[in-house]
């Protein structure tokens, strides 16, 4: 098993959606930030947002383990083997991740 990378790349705010749903100032993520890295195997890095790590740790489990070797999902999705774009289930302001498999191995 092998080291996953994690990049925040954007940290976005659906701006209609937050002003009709969201509280008073609702802002972008305040846990992530643009530039952030984490590096992960089959556990949440520390100071991760739980909630993000529950919509991306299976794409972070299947990179750790050997999947990306080729490219995801039948060739049709990224195009740069062992890397998966994904983001987190936030609806008004969902972060955007960019996961690299990497050649560290992962210690127990």
């Known amino acids: 098993m092998n080291i996953v990378k994690i990049t925040v790349l954007k940290t976005t705010l659906q701006e209609d959606l937050a002003e009709e749903y969201g509280i008073d100032n609702f802002t972008t993520c305040p846990m992530l930030n643009e530039g952030d890295v984490f590096y992960a195997d089959y556990a949440k890095p520390d100071g991760f947002c739980d909630e993000a790590w529950k919509a991306i740790y299976q794409y972070v489990f299947a990179l750790a383990h050997g999947a990306g070797e080729g490219l995801f999902y039948y060739n049709d999705w990224i195009k740069e083997p062992g890397v998966a774009i994904v983001c987190c289930n936030d609806g008004l302001r969902p972060v955007i991740f ?10 127990p």
């Open 98 to 107: 960019k996961l690299e498999k990497t050649d560290i191995e992962s210690k």
